[in-house]
């Protein structure tokens, strides 16, 4: 069976505040970026399209409410044209990758890490400070500590917890897609993908959703079930 060449979309929420920070993040030659709340249903093609959610584990309804989109969207039109990719990560994939930012930033035993990311409700806020004592565990790091930007603790707050417990040195690392700020007397981390990593994992999701659809037929658009986290994925960095 030949797969039909299908239109990525990227469907964006509050990991990267609405879509606002993936354009500088992937260039100017990546699919096209729709906030799932706002432009997601009047973005889609008449063409075939594959929806990438890009999520990193911590907004729980964005796939849900791109498949109703995507749901929405194809009435009246043949099965398969649009299908739902899983989403661009978990949080296994991103304790991985913050683990690999720490090496990165050359810590001493005298630095605190902070993570950064949006507030986006009480349980996926929950989950940042889960990941923050996995990333804690497997690292030879004194201090992972968390901030919300629009939440509690703010990054403020955060980086005098850190001068409260002691660290001589602050380095702010990015929880989410959006670059973590620059404060006084701290280092900030980049961000925990390269454009080229971050361009083939979302043609990576899209492909394996094409894939899904001309091997069995599953467009992705029930309702997708809970992610389940498992220890093999909080090893696996991309995947």
């Known amino acids: 069976m030949t797969v039909p060449r299908y239109e990525i979309l990227l469907a964006a929420g509050a ?9 500088t993040l992937l260039g100017p030659d990546a699919p096209r970026v729709c906030a ?13 399209a594959v929806v990438v959610p890009m999520t990193l584990g911590r907004d729980p309804d964005l796939s849900p409410v ?10 009246g039109r043949a099965e398969g044209e649009l299908l739902l990719a899983r989403p661009l990560a978990g949080t296994g994939h991103l304790v991985g990758w913050l ?8 810590l001493t035993a ?7 990311a949006p507030a986006i409700g009480p349980e996926p806020d929950a989950e940042l ?10 690292t030879p790091v004194r201090w992972v500590e968390v901030a919300l930007s629009g939440g509690d603790p703010d990054v403020d ?28 007397g701290t280092r900030t981390a980049g961000p925990l993908l390269g454009r080229a990593s971050l361009i083939t994992l979302i043609h990576r999701r899209a492909t394996e959703a094409e894939h899904r659809w001309s ?25």
């Open 157 to 184: 707050e955060g980086v005098e917890r850190c001068r409260l417990l002691g660290a001589e040195e602050v380095v702010l690392v990015p929880a989410s897609f959006v670059p973590a700020p620059a404060r006084p």
């Open 15 to 23: 990991e990267s505040l609405g879509g606002r920070c993936l354009p």
């Open 110 to 116: 005298a630095s605190a890490v902070l993570l950064v």
């Open 215 to 239: 091997g069995h037929r599953d467009d992705g658009l029930a309702e997708p079930m809970p992610h389940t986290h498992t220890h093999e994925e909080t090893r696996t960095h991309v995947g």
């Open 36 to 48: 799932v709340d706002r432009e997601l249903r009047s973005a889609i093609p008449r063409r075939p």
């Open 66 to 75: 791109a498949a109703q989109a995507l749901r929405w969207a194809a009435r």
């Open 99 to 106: 683990r690999a930012a720490l090496v990165h930033a050359r």
């Open 129 to 138: 400070f889960k990941i923050a004592r996995l990333v804690r565990q497997f």
